[in-house]
């Protein structure tokens, strides 16, 4: 057969083929016109190369394999030396994967040093990573709401960082403080695109350390629980809870469970190549297992817990 029928039935270019033949892994007759003819045995020698390079043995080291083969061997591999091919192509992926390894941790030191460097808290200074940027927009109180001053908590059980099911519709002394917000930032992760230029998307970290740095004080003014909610999962939030050092728990409400039951209102970001509601921010404070008092819309989230604090002085229960 021509060079281009056996390329075609083996699955490969006539370039590789004219290749093989330069290594001498296949050696075609040659005809009275100079042709080269290749036999139904060179197919199968082809294809057991191109077989083999998919595993990432080079045509250079497929020799055994078709000596095997040659010998009258069933298969390529049912020789020692074909064997031995084996264990030195494995030998030599498990070389570079310790390498990659090696190389993908210490890049990820890196980013992690990188990226904590300008997210921690030292002291009682705060870095610029907890601040707001000039010119954030504003959020405008769109009435969305208005409806929920009055209304009963649902029977729902959200998760919590402590490890706890909160219940939120079950009735505890005092006033419940949940702050709902959309996406806390995470160091060396992407927030979504454009994601300063939507009115009230950022500052959750700024508004988790106000509640943080004023937990004391609210629970002094009756609010018994403090609570950060969103629809990322607990253990996204956990990482939020130890990094800031939060004295409470976060819920999460993947399934924006609590949106549906109350109508809170959200607002979608592209988030892992798909579209994703997330919470608008807002705060409820809760008494007797009903919602007492609304936020919303919070702004700037950076200023909020005072805000709160200074409702329930005003407020006593």
Not at 193 to 213: N, V
Not at 259 to 268: G, Q, S
Not at 304 to 313: D, T
Request: hydrophobic share 40%; net charge negative.
């Amino acid at each position: 057969m021509r060079i281009g029928d056996l390329a075609r039935r083996a699955g490969v270019t006539v370039k590789a083929v004219r290749y093989y033949e330069a290594l001498g892994l296949v050696a075609p007759v040659r005809l009275a016109n100079g042709y080269r003819d290749y036999a139904e045995p060179d197919v199968r020698l082809v294809r057991e190369i191109k077989e083999l390079g998919r595993l990432g043995i080079p045509a250079e080291r497929t020799r055994p394999f078709l000596d095997c083969l040659a010998a009258g061997g069933p298969h390529a591999d049912d020789c020692p030396a074909s064997l031995a091919g084996y264990r030195e192509a494995i030998d030599e992926l498990t070389g570079r994967i310790d390498a990659l390894t090696a190389r993908r941790t210490a890049l990820a030191a890196r980013l992690h040093e990188a990226a904590h460097r300008n997210s921690t808290v030292r002291g009682d200074a705060m870095t610029e990573f907890h601040r707001l940027p000039a010119g954030l927009p504003v959020p405008e109180d769109d009435g969305a709401a208005a409806h929920l001053p009055g209304l009963a908590m649902p029977p729902l059980t959200l998760a919590a960082t402590s490890g706890e099911k909160v219940r939120l519709d079950e009735p505890v002394p005092g006033r419940t403080v949940i702050y709902a917000y959309p996406l806390t930032g995470r160091p060396g992760t992407d927030l979504p695109e454009g994601w300063d230029s939507i009115p009230g998307a950022r500052g959750c970290t700024p508004e988790s350390c106000g509640f943080r740095d004023h937990h004391q004080e609210l629970a002094e003014a009756g609010a018994t629980r403090v609570f950060g909610l969103s629809s990322q999962d607990t253990a996204y939030q956990r990482e939020v809870v130890e990094r800031l050092h939060l004295p409470f728990a976060m819920l999460s409400d993947p399934g924006l469970d609590l949106v549906r039951a109350l109508d809170l209102p959200t607002f979608e970001v592209e988030l892992a190549g798909r579209t994703t509601p997330l919470y608008k921010r807002l705060t409820l404070i809760v008494r007797d297992g009903v919602i007492e008092r609304v936020f919303y819309p919070v702004f700037p989230p950076d200023q909020h817990a005072e805000q709160v604090l200074g409702w329930l002085w005003a407020h006593p229960a």
